[in-house]
C-alpha cells in the first residue's frame, strides 16, 4: 500500500516562502506522477501543480504560476512544493496524491484521477 505523508506547512506573512515536502512510501516512486492540490475552508479542492513521472514535464494552476514550483527528487522519495510570493489567498490545506501507471510524460489535473493522498499539511498566510 502507499503511503504519503505532507510536511513543511506553518504560519507565514505575505510575501514569505514555504518548501512543503511529500514523502512517498510503499512501492516503486519512480512510477508515480505527483500533484499537490489545496482546499481552503468552504471551497472546493483544487489543482496547484504536477509532475511527471520522469520529472520531465510540469504543469501549474494559473493562480500559483511564476510563485509555486514543483520538484522531485528520485533517491529520496520525496515531492516537493517551493511556494515564494505567498498570498492571503494562498492559505489552504495542502495536499499531495500520486498516480500509478502513467506514462512517462504525462500530468494529471484532476483529483480524481489520482489513486492515493496524504493527509494534508495547513498552510496560513497571514496579511
Known amino acids: 500500500q502507499v503511503q504519503l505523508v505532507e510536511s513543511g506547512g506553518g504560519l507565514v506573512q505575505a510575501g514569505g516562502s514555504l518548501r512543503l515536502s511529500c514523502a512517498v512510501s510503499?512501492?516503486?516512486?519512480?512510477?508515480?506522477?505527483m500533484g499537490w492540490f489545496r482546499q481552503a475552508p468552504g471551497k472546493e479542492r483544487e489543482f496547484v501543480a504536477a509532475?511527471?513521472?520522469?520529472?520531465?514535464?510540469?504543469y501549474y494552476a494559473d493562480s500559483v504560476k511564476g510563485r509555486f514550483t514543483i520538484s522531485r527528487d528520485h533517491p529520496e522519495n520525496t515531492v516537493y512544493l517551493q511556494m515564494n510570493s505567498l498570498k492571503p489567498e494562498d492559505t489552504a490545506v495542502y495536499y499531495c496524491?500520486?498516480?500509478?501507471?502513467?506514462?512517462?510524460?504525462?500530468?494529471?489535473?484532476?483529483?480524481?484521477?489520482?489513486?492515493?493522498w496524504g493527509q494534508g499539511t495547513q498552510v496560513t498566510v497571514s496579511s
Open positions: 496524491a500520486t498516480k500509478n501507471q502513467v506514462s512517462s510524460r504525462s500530468v494529471y489535473v484532476r483529483g480524481d484521477e489520482y489513486d492515493y
Open positions: 510503499g512501492r516503486t516512486f519512480s512510477t508515480y506522477a
Open positions: 509532475i511527471s513521472r520522469s520529472g520531465g514535464t510540469t
